[in-house]
């Protein structure tokens, strides 16, 4: 059985929750500042390009795999700062674990459509090279 809880200021403490969750959330922030950096130059490289040099790019495996890379790592981070604000703002603890789970779901599904435009679009500018 567990201890009875803590408060501070009249406010129960949570113990050894969410830590976790914020340690995930800043690294995935350190992750993406680098690569939207990469992100931004490479939209300003290929700003005005034509097709061939985009097919060029796409064909670097290292471009993929970085903006793979990227579109989990925001996406990661866009849930995670999503589940914060459902789990300070919704009042029921029933509505906080539905709106988690659809807020789960909704960015799984962003992020493997992202994955597979990023490969589709490669195998299509390759085939078309």
Known sequence: MSAAPKFKNNVKI?????AGEWKIEKALLLLLMPLSLWVASTGFTLAGADAA???????SGLNRLLLIVTVLAFYGFAYLAWK????DYVPTPGSRKSLSLVALIAFVALAAASIYFIVRAAAALAAGA
């Open 14 to 18: 949570s113990e050894r929750h969410g």
């Open 84 to 87: 914060v604000i459902i789990e």
């Open 53 to 59: 040099a985009v097919g060029a790019w796409f064909a």
